[in-house]
């Protein structure tokens, strides 16, 4: 519980049912917050590969992965550093169509996503999967720019932004969590918004 | 990106109490809050505190904050906290608090934009982006003669430089983009390869702090420098009102 802060009254009147708590509303603005130099791929040889605990190890080119069916988000987006962004529509491809084509072997409990720039994030298979995590290369009806992750991110929107890799080159199968790069550093291994969780221990 | 650099990181410890020790006016827009912590830790230079506010109908606003004290034992942080017209939390602060009152803080946090101190460190920021590197050239002043780190600060006009009593000397670059300081022998102008250059060093750990439209366009002229990109760390300033 808080303690009352003297004198502030805060904005809580007409706040947006859509906003999780700790959060607020970022409005037009899109921030951006990378810890890295945003890389420029070269979609000549980009590529998103699936691997680890899978009867299938499978990877798909730029061409190959726009061939399969196209999946979109419409709802929010939260970063742990307590912006939210609503009504956003995300185009590209459910991660379920990817691991449909892989097979995950009965084992696999978690995933591990990496980017090509070496960035990693750690997530239960459970949140990848069921119609709640994409690849993602639109935003708005246009190419996601790269300071957003362009050519493709992966979006987890359910949890904190930062599990939504940037510049994602593939997921890992795991049969057990292993913290990812921000993970290590003391932030939470699941991250789910309307629990706050956004650091080890919360 | 490699890790080598980053020290052991202490958990993020729960809500404390912070009671305010001393506001200084740093620019127009910018002041220092000076932090009793009710139970003092460990920070790293280049780590951040969250502030939150809490309104009687138990509404809550928080934001993050850089840390521009060196580490120390003293119990006590300085935040430098920009205010933005809109901004919640900084308009609060800015507007309402006074020495004696107390607010909650967490931290420390952030395991990646840290410097403990060691091997050379390359310092960029713009406007804002000056706190946290601020804590770390103080590390590298209190440790040390020698000039293990530089300090390359770009802003608008001499009235935007935060800490302007501290970034003077061999170990910093004041980069104006408007309007320059009386003698300057620069004209003003945005950041360029030329004012990183004499300062990067092959073994140097580069470390980029401010907008993010800033942070894009130090990091590729650090690039074209020759900085490998791998050395780079950047902490891009959201609008955390």
């Not at chain 1, 080159?169 to 706050?196: K, T």
């Not at chain 2, 620069?186 to 750990?205: F, H, K, S, Y």
Request: include cysteine.
């Amino acid at each position: 519980m808080s303690r009352f802060t003297r004198g502030f009254m805060g904005r809580s009147a007409n706040r947006d049912p859509r906003l999780p708590p700790g959060q607020y509303d970022t409005g037009r603005s899109w921030p951006v917050l990378t810890a890295e130099v945003t890389p420029k791929l070269d979609l000549a040889t980009w590529s998103f590969r699936v691997e680890g605990l899978v009867e299938r190890p499978s990877s798909w080119t730029w061409d190959e992965i726009h061939a399969l069916t196209p999946g979109t988000y419409e709802g929010d987006i939260h970063c742990v550093t307590t912006w939210s962004k609503l009504a956003m529509t995300f185009a590209g491809v459910s991660v379920d169509t990817l691991l449909e084509v892989a097979s995950p072997l009965p084992a696999a409990t978690h995933v591990m996503a990496f980017s090509h720039t070496g960035y990693t994030t750690n997530l239960p298979l459970d949140d990848v999967t069921g119609g709640k995590a994409w690849v993602a290369w639109d935003v708005d009806g246009q190419p996601l720019p790269r300071d957003h992750g362009g050519p493709a991110r992966l979006l987890v929107p359910h949890l904190y932004f930062w599990k939504s890799a940037k510049w994602v080159a593939g997921l890992r199968l795991l049969d057990q969590d292993e913290p990812g790069f921000w993970e290590v550093r003391g932030y939470h291994d699941r991250g789910d918004p309307w629990l706050e969780q956004r650091y080890q221990g919360d | 990106m490699t890790s080598a650099l980053t020290p052991g990181v202490p958990k993020v410890g729960s809500w404390q109490d912070a009671t305010v020790l001393d506001i200084r006016t740093e620019t127009a827009r910018v002041k220092t809050f000076r932090l009793a912590l009710a139970r003092p830790g460990a920070h790293m230079a280049g780590q951040h505190y969250l502030v939150r506010l809490t309104a009687p109908d138990g509404y809550t606003a928080q934001r993050s904050y850089s840390v521009a004290s060196p580490p120390s034992d003293t119990g006590e942080i300085e935040l430098t906290i920009e205010r933005l017209p809109d901004g919640e939390v900084s308009t609060f602060l800015h507007d309402e608090t006074n020495v004696g009152d107390t607010i909650e803080v967490r931290g420390p946090i952030g395991g990646w934009f840290v410097w403990n101190g060691h091997g050379p460190a390359l310092l960029v920021g713009g406007g804002s982006g000056v706190v946290p590197l601020m804590a770390m050239l103080r590390l590298a002043r209190a440790r040390s003669n020698q000039q293990v780190a530089h300090l390359v600060v770009s802003v608008r006009t001499p009235d935007d430089l935060i800490y302007a009593d501290e970034v003077q000397g061999p170990d910093t670059t004041v980069v104006y983009t408007r309007e320059t300081a009386p003698g300057s022998a620069r004209a003003a102008g945005r950041l360029t390869r030329d004012d990183l250059a004499p300062r990067v060093r092959a073994d140097a750990t580069t470390f980029v702090c401010g907008s993010s439209r800033f942070a894009e366009a130090a990091s590729d002229l650090l690039i074209e420098a020759g900085v490998p990109v791998d050395s780079i760390r950047i902490e891009r300033f959201g609008p955390t009102g």
